[in-house]
């Protein structure tokens, strides 16, 4: 239920990310607070979904927050955006789904949660895994090298990251009793494909329900450790990984 809850709390604030409007604004702020310079990652933060929850949650919330995207240009352009409007935002150029890329992720998540202002130094608050990709095919015509890219992507990447900012995510016991006091916050980006069978992918939507499952047994895991973690699945949205769909006649009917 709790996580059910959570959910929908967070599905909120990405819907009011698209809607941006006062009204929005008013009601996302009653139900959804975070303290200052509470520091977030987020995963391909220079498009789509990941631009969106980047906005949101430096512009609304005042987190410190890193992000990460493989093409340099666009991730200064996002970068230098975001700074001119006042956000305390950082990038890292790294590809996550390889070793080299997520080691160059965390030697810049130790610089951020370790600047004097964070609002628990030290710790990660938030954690949002939303890189992900898809290979739109018949899973006969799929190459060993297409599966490779699909799981390594959706799957190994997110898989590997959480494991690595999990010393930086738990919190202490209070004192004589099993619950932590304060929390902090995984949230995995999955999608419908991963719940249902639909026409988008068979190798994509595999990754997205084994995303289903970590989702929930790292919240049994970790919960005893102050770790929450929940997962959305987006319907289409209109970003680049979803044109090859949204712009296909045929698929539409
Ligand atoms: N759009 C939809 O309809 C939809 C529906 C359901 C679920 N989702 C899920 O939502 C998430 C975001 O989707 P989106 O549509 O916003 O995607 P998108 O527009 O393609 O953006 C993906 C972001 O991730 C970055 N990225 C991709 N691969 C990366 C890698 N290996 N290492 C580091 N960064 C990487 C991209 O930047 P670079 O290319 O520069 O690396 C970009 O910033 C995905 O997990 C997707 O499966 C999307």
């Given at each position: 239920m709790n996580a059910i809850f959570l959910t929908l709390l967070f599905v909120q604030f990405v819907s009011s990310t698209a809607n941006n409007n006062n009204n929005n604004n008013n009601?996302?702020?009653?139900?959804?607070?975070?303290?200052?310079?509470?520091?977030a990652v987020v995963t391909g933060g220079t498009k789509g979904i990941g631009h969106a929850i980047v906005s949101e949650l430096c512009l609304s919330f005042g987190c410190k927050i890193l992000t990460c995207a493989r093409n340099e240009k666009e991730l200064n352009e996002c970068?230098?955006?975001?700074?001119?409007?006042?956000?305390d935002v950082r990038g890292c150029v790294a590809d996550i789904s390889t070793t080299e890329?997520?080691?160059?992720?965390?030697?810049?998540?130790k610089d951020l949660i370790n600047d004097d202002d964070c609002a628990n130094p030290g710790k990660l608050d938030i954690l949002i895994n939303n890189v992900?990709?898809?290979?739109?095919?018949?899973?006969?015509?799929?190459?060993e090298d297409d599966l490779?890219?699909?799981?390594?992507?959706?799957?190994?990447?997110?898989?590997?990251?959480?494991?690595?900012?999990?010393p930086y995510l738990?919190?202490?016991?209070?004192?004589?009793?099993?619950?932590?006091k304060q929390t902090s916050s995984v949230?995995?980006?999955?999608?419908?494909?991963?719940?249902?069978?639909?026409?988008s992918g068979t190798p994509y939507a595999a990754t997205k329900a084994a995303m289903n499952q970590l989702t929930g047994n790292w919240a049994c895991e970790w919960g005893?450790?102050?770790?929450?973690?929940?997962?959305?699945?987006?319907?289409?949205?209109?970003?680049?990984?979803?044109?090859?769909?949204?712009?296909?006649e045929e698929y539409k009917k």
């Open positions: 009601n996302r702020n009653r139900l959804w607070q975070l303290p200052a310079k509470s520091t970068i230098k955006e975001w700074q001119e409007k006042g956000c890329g997520r080691s160059s992720l965390m030697d810049a998540v992900g990709t898809n290979i739109r095919k018949p899973s006969i015509e799929y190459t490779e890219f699909v799981m390594k992507t959706n799957f190994k990447s997110f898989f590997e990251v959480t494991k690595l900012c999990h738990i919190r202490e016991k209070v004192e004589g009793e099993s619950y932590c949230v995995n980006i999955g999608s419908v494909a991963g719940v249902v069978c639909m026409k005893p450790v102050g770790i929450r973690v929940n997962c959305i699945t987006p319907w289409y949205i209109n970003t680049a990984l979803a044109q090859q769909v949204l712009k296909n």
